[in-house]
């Protein structure tokens, strides 16, 4: 697998899960069954589904009046956006395996 297929699916595959638990999550609520800990839709974002968790909290209408999830999300985007940049700008070279 090449390089930047490896960083594509880094990226989308994590938003991707956080934009589908964040759906799913909403039509539990609905239906009243079992929900989706909100340390699991947390750590997603942590591991890089942070813009798909987003989109899912505001397209769903989900999360969107507890401050944690108003406040949390954001400022993980803002930290993963912040070590990226500083990454870059180090122009440290990664290999892939």
């Known amino acids: 697998m090449s390089t930047r297929l490896t960083l594509i699916l880094a990226l989308v595959i994590p938003n991707l899960i956080g934009f589908l ?10 239906q009243g069954a079992f929900r989706v ?30 401050p944690g999830f108003v406040i949390g999300m954001p400022a993980i985007l803002l930290l993963q956006l912040a070590c990226f940049f500083i990454l ?10």
């Open 88 to 97: 870059w700008r180090s122009k440290l070279q990664f290999r892939l395996l």
């Open 21 to 30: 638990l964040m759906g799913i999550d909403k039509e539990k609520a609905r």
């Open 37 to 66: 800990p909100e340390s699991v839709l947390f750590c997603v974002a942590l591991i890089g589904g942070s813009v798909g968790c987003l989109l899912g909290m505001f397209l769903f209408r989900h999360k969107t009046r507890k």
